[in-house]
């Protein structure tokens, strides 16, 4: 016999990274080991089933879907063996030693420094690499379909060791030695428990051979008379194997509910809510979906797994059907089950299939139909929720037309009349306002605190007027597709002329004429000055406590679009905003009075660009030369000392 090569290689950096967190962060946790393996074995068995319904050749080498597990307490070893698809030698180079998720670097990073943070690793899934928190040694042994076995050895420290394997069927065994603090999962009892409390609704049978004694039976079946008792082998089915989704609604227990919801989502924690329905009629099927609690760290990934698992008349087809579920709610998870789509339908014609459309149009209203009952029957869940996922809800907006009324619904928002962090739905905001308002008026800002400090406010506070305060980035490029809500027109307050009522109107027009009065020469002036960045100057209605503010043309670009613009590499419109002068203001007699005395003095200019980069300051913007800014504020307060 030719002697077996040995590979030794090493981990990846973000498995090295994943294993010093499990093993350092987990161990509390340790339990979920099992769930682990469990879940892969199950994932391979229902990969090699899925491709049985297209090519019988892989039932001839074995079929009868099973898990086994086999303990043996003198060697110390737990194995976990399925005959699901197995690995070949360059599948377990990668699935084994690297992490395919995308943002898997990024995240470890990041929780390299905040390694005990349950909750953060939670979102993850540590998958595999759970074992070796009740392991010192791993030991993979697995063939594919039509390949050689190979044999996958680690201590989970640097690396691993494949070498040749004599495995003839195919399937995978996932040996581990059990380490001196974990022997307590070489129990039966602790297993069988472990079992029906993680994976009791597995869909395949997991089997354990347990000895039990047993008095011998004569030739009629009875017990014989004065034997001894006999030990025996006997196979046990230890889960139940109910596709949970498949019962009555009634019948499962919410502890059963978080326990296939962690099987499915590899999440630690409970779910937030639980959609669970069986629809007839033109397509009939079956949904269970769980809202998580807590978002996963791939959220905002852009090519992360996500989705819906399908299955076919209980029979597994996928595991992240994008189809069914629109991206704007890829923070679901659950189960789709369905007669009424052929089994061995392909997975490219999945994607246009006329049936499927319609469960995901069905499954879409039903979510959010629900988070609306969430909303309105619990609160403070459903702030929960929106905290969790309300940026990413908010993407409907843009991208289903059809359901914009619904998710405008379920938006909140913080407003000029909240406190921090509470909130007011459009709904609130619309059935509050005066007679007289058909608009809708938001800001957007960075935080509460600048939004709330901006002059555009001002007139909004004297008129008691409420605004929404729109804090995301996201609120910027998706609220321009809402358009209106129960018609009223949505309006940024950075925008065009403020609303007056008649009363407020004749105020304005009043104090306008005077202003011109007063001020038209000025206003000329300065406008000629700025020419080559402003559109417009113009005598403000908006203003009572600031001296001048920077006004968006009705159609012009908001200052945090023209930033995502360049955020994203694309050079924003060109575009001139208009500048509003306080005419009550005394900064404004005072530069009149400069301008009087002598309209070529420095000092008249100098005050002009000051009270114009000053605007561009408050409104957010960046002022195009700091340093002259700088100088001339400083001239100025030198100046001012004597
Ligand atoms: P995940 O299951 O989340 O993908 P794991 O780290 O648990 O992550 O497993 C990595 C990969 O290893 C799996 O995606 C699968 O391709 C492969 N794998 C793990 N266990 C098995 C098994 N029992 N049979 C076949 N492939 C497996």
């Given at each position: 016999m030719t002697e077996k090569t040995v590979e030794k290689c090493e981990f990846k950096t973000e498995v090295s990274q994943l294993l010093d967190l499990v093993v350092h962060s987990l161990?509390?946790?340790?339990?979920?080991?099992?769930?682990?393996?469990?879940?892969?074995?199950?994932?391979?068995?229902?990969?090699?089933?899925?491709?049985?319904?297209?090519?019988?050749?892989?039932?001839?080498?074995?079929?009868?879907?099973?898990?086994?597990?086999?303990?043996?307490?003198?060697?110390?070893?737990?194995?976990?063996?399925?005959?699901?698809?197995?690995?070949?030698?360059?599948?377990?180079?990668?699935?084994?030693?690297?992490?395919?998720?995308?943002?898997?670097?990024?995240?470890?990073?990041?929780?390299?420094?905040?390694?005990?943070?349950?909750?953060?690793?939670?979102?993850?899934?540590?998958?595999?690499?759970?074992?070796?928190?009740?392991?010192?040694?791993?030991?993979?042994?697995?063939?594919?379909?039509?390949?050689?076995?190979?044999?996958?050895?680690?201590?989970?420290?640097?690396?691993?060791?494949?070498?040749?394997?004599e495995k003839t069927t195919r399937g995978t065994d996932?040996?581990?030695?059990?380490?001196?603090?974990?022997?307590?999962?070489?129990?039966?009892?602790?297993?069988?428990?472990?079992?029906?409390?993680?994976?009791?609704?597995?869909?395949?049978p997991i089997v354990m051979d347990i000895e039990r004694e047993e008095i011998p039976k004569d030739a009629e079946g009875n017990?014989?008379?004065?034997?001894?008792?006999?030990?025996?082998?006997?196979?046990?089915?230890?889960?139940?194997?109910?596709?949970?989704?498949?019962?009555?609604?009634?019948?499962?227990?919410?502890?059963e509910h978080n326990e296939f919801y962690r099987?499915?989502?590899?999440?630690?924690?409970?779910?937030?809510?639980?959609?669970?329905?069986?629809?007839?009629?033109?397509?009939?099927?079956?949904v269970l979906i769980y809202i998580p609690s807590q978002p996963p760290f791939d959220l905002f990934v852009r090519d992360a797994a996500k989705g819906l698992q399908l299955y076919i008349n209980r029979v597994f087809i996928m595991s992240d059907a994008k189809n069914l579920i629109p991206p704007y709610l890829r923070f679901l998870k659950g189960v789709v089950d369905t007669n009424d789509l052929p089994l061995n339908i392909s997975r490219e014609l999945l994607q246009q299939n006329p049936q499927l459309e319609k469960i995901s149009k069905n499954i879409v209203?039903?979510?959010?139909?629900?988070?609306?009952?969430?909303?309105?029957?619990?609160?403070?869940?459903?702030?929960?929720?929106?905290?969790?996922?309300?940026?990413?809800?908010?993407?409907?907006?843009?991208?289903?037309?059809?359901?914009?009324?619904?998710?405008?619904?379920?938006?909140?928002?913080?407003?000029?009349?909240?406190?921090?962090?509470?909130?007011?739905?459009?709904?609130?905001?619309?059935?509050?306002?005066?007679?007289?308002?058909?608009?809708?008026?938001?800001?957007?800002?960075?935080?509460?605190?600048?939004?709330?400090?901006?002059?555009?406010?001002?007139?909004?506070?004297?008129?008691?007027?409420?605004?929404?305060?729109?804090?995301?980035a996201i609120d910027e490029i998706v609220l321009p597709d809402l358009f209106e809500f129960k018609g009223k027109q949505l309006k940024a307050i950075s925008k065009g002329e403020v609303e007056l009522n008649d009363e407020e109107k004749k105020t304005a027009e009043a104090e306008q004429k005077k202003a011109s009065e007063t001020y038209q020469d000025l206003l000329s002036y300065i406008q000629s000055k700025l020419a080559a960045n402003i559109k417009e100057v113009r005598f403000s209605k908006r203003l009572t406590e600031s001296p001048a503010c920077i006004v968006l043309d009705e159609m012009g670009m908001t200052r945090q679009m023209q930033d995502l613009f360049k955020a994203m590499g694309k050079e924003a419109p060109q575009q001139k905003n208009i500048l509003e002068l306080n005419p009550n203001h005394s900064l404004l007699a005072k530069i009149d009075n400069l301008f009087k005395a002598d309209p070529t003095s420095e000092k008249l200019t100098d005050y002009i660009v000051l009270l114009y980069d000053q605007s561009l300051l408050t409104a957010g913007f960046k002022i195009k030369d700091p340093m002259a800014f700088s100088k001339r504020l400083t001239d100025l307060m030198v100046a001012g000392e004597n």
């Open positions: 161990y509390s946790h340790k339990d979920i080991f099992l769930r682990e393996l469990i879940s892969n074995a199950s994932d391979a068995i229902d990969k090699i089933r899925y491709q049985s319904l297209t090519d019988s050749s892989v039932l001839e080498e074995n079929s009868g879907w099973q898990i086994k597990i086999t303990v043996d307490k003198e060697k110390s070893t737990l194995t976990l063996s399925d005959n699901g698809i197995g690995m070949t030698h360059d599948e377990l180079i990668t699935n084994l030693g690297t992490i395919a998720k995308s943002g898997t670097k990024e995240f470890l990073a990041a929780l390299q420094q905040d390694k005990n943070n349950v909750n953060l690793i939670g979102k993850f899934g540590v998958g595999f690499y759970a074992s070796f928190m009740v392991a010192d040694k791993v030991v993979v042994i697995t063939k594919a379909h039509q390949s050689d076995a190979y044999q996958w050895t680690s201590d989970g420290k640097q690396g691993f060791e494949l070498l040749p394997a996932v040996v581990l030695h059990i380490n001196a603090e974990s022997k307590a999962y070489l129990d039966e009892y602790e297993i069988r428990g472990l079992i029906k409390k993680y994976s009791d609704f597995v869909e395949f017990p014989k008379e004065n034997a001894q008792p006999e030990k025996k082998i006997v196979t046990e089915t230890l889960n139940s194997m109910k596709a949970i989704w498949a019962k009555p609604k009634n019948d499962i227990s919410q502890e099987h499915i989502a590899h999440d630690f924690t409970d779910p937030l809510e639980v959609i669970h329905y069986h629809a007839e009629g033109t397509v009939e099927f079956k209203k039903k979510v959010l139909s629900s988070l609306k009952t969430m909303k309105e029957k619990d609160y403070d869940k459903y702030l929960k929720f929106y905290q969790a996922f309300g940026t990413v809800l908010k993407e409907g907006l843009h991208y289903d037309q059809a359901n914009r009324e619904a998710i405008a619904e379920l938006l909140l928002f913080e407003s000029t009349k909240t406190k921090n962090r509470e909130y007011r739905s459009l709904d609130q905001y619309v059935s509050d306002l005066p007679e007289d308002q058909k608009i809708i008026y938001f800001h957007t800002a960075e935080d509460r605190v600048s939004a709330l400090a901006s002059p555009y406010l001002e007139t909004f506070r004297k008129q008691n007027r409420e605004v929404l305060l729109m804090l995301e």
